[in-house]
């Protein structure tokens, strides 16, 4: 893991992959400082840990802007669902439009790696709203053209959701039970636990950090998320 001070910011703490992703973080022997943006206290509290608490989401990006020091990395895993959010509309507003002013904020005050919790099989093509709309995030942080950009598509997430999603808890207790029975064999490329997936965010962000990865734009697919989140990071990352 990166020798160098780190700073880092997250968006989407709270959610099944965002709160991961802090503990990660706390937990990284390099003890990096931390700003998180959202709308929820905290649930966890280190000295190393800075929260910016706004219940008005649209203060988000200029707060960010705003950090001193910039952070060396912002993670989002920012994101809700047409039901939670109670429209289409409602949903964009925060998994595409939020999320694309954050990205901006962030490349005009110098992060040097954008980490973005995106979804496998989501194209700007697609004619299925969710996809296409998550596409059409992918291909818009491309454009602005980070130093380096990782982009994490994992299958279906395992793991505890505060909020209810009844016809994924049912696909994922199928697939935890099949992932029991195979030791991770039969699930692996179809789905990953939020914990791994995490840890392969923010293995994937240091790596850059570190000079390890040339490439500007690093698409994280789902094997590779097993290896950075789950193998690599088992022997120390």
């Given at each position: 893991?990166?020798?160098?001070?780190?700073?880092?910011?997250?968006?989407?703490?709270?959610?099944?992959?965002?709160?991961?992703?802090?503990?990660?973080?706390?937990?990284?022997?390099?003890?990096?400082?931390?700003?998180?943006?959202?709308?929820?206290?905290?649930?966890?509290?280190?000295?190393?840990?800075?929260?910016?608490?706004?219940?008005?989401?649209?203060?988000?990006?200029?707060?960010?802007?705003?950090?001193?020091?910039?952070?060396?990395?912002?993670?989002?895993?920012?994101?809700?669902?047409?039901?939670?959010?109670?429209?289409?509309?409602?949903?964009?507003?925060?998994?595409?439009?939020?999320?694309?002013?954050?990205?901006?904020?962030?490349?005009?005050?110098?992060?040097?790696?954008?980490?973005?919790?995106?979804?496998?099989?989501?194209?700007?093509?697609?004619?299925m709203p969710y996809s296409k709309m998550k596409g059409e995030l992918e291909d818009e942080v491309k454009k602005l053209d980070f130093p380096h950009t990782v982009i994490i598509k994992p299958g279906l997430l395992l793991g505890s959701r505060e909020d209810s999603r009844p016809a994924?808890?049912?696909?994922?207790?199928?697939?935890?039970?099949?992932?029991?029975?195979?030791?991770?064999?039969?699930?692996?490329?179809?789905?990953?636990?939020?914990?791994?997936?995490?840890?392969?965010?923010?293995?994937?962000?240091?790596?850059?950090?570190d000079g390890k990865r040339k490439e500007r734009v690093w698409v994280v697919n789902q094997s590779d998320i097993v290896k950075l989140g789950k193998t690599e990071?088992?022997?120390?990352?």
């Open positions: 893991m990166s020798e160098q001070t780190v700073s880092a910011a997250i968006v989407g703490y709270t959610g099944l992959v965002g709160s991961k992703i802090l503990s990660t973080l706390l937990s990284l022997p390099s003890h990096p400082s931390i700003d998180v943006l959202g709308r929820r206290s905290l649930p966890n509290t280190s000295p190393a840990l800075t929260a910016h608490i706004n219940s008005d989401t649209s203060v988000w990006p200029s707060t960010l802007s705003k950090l001193s020091p910039t952070p060396s990395i912002f993670l989002s895993a920012l994101g809700t669902t047409r039901g939670i959010a109670g429209s289409l509309e409602a949903q964009r507003a925060i998994d595409y439009d939020l999320n694309l002013a954050l990205a901006k904020a962030a490349k005009e005050s110098g992060v040097k790696v954008y980490v973005l919790i995106s979804s496998a099989m989501v194209s700007s093509s697609s004619s994924e808890a049912i696909a994922r207790s199928i697939v935890s039970v099949l992932g029991k029975l195979s030791n991770g064999w039969l699930t692996n490329p179809v789905a990953q636990d939020a914990d791994v997936v995490a840890k392969a965010a923010v293995n994937a962000g240091m790596q850059c950090l990071w088992k022997a120390g990352p």
